[in-house]
């Protein structure tokens, strides 16, 4: 139960992160593979974390913010949605 919980949370959070990556990476200009290398991982880890395939751990998190050049909190950062 516990384990099935901790899935759902992280799934949550990716929901946030990984829009937050790809808008980064189009404002930017870059290259999802290239900011792949630059933190540590292949272009299908980081397209599986994108995807929802792999959750993105607080690690994760500090290596791909680092590739982008932005602060973590970033990452984290929730879009405020206007009705």
Known sequence: MLRVKRKEEGRAINDIIAPNIRKIIKEKGLKQCAVAEKAG??????????????????IDVCKIAEALDVDANTLLRREKVID
């Open 41 to 58: 991982y292949s272009a299908r880890q980081i397209s599986a974390m994108l995807n929802g395939r792999r959750l993105i751990l607080d």
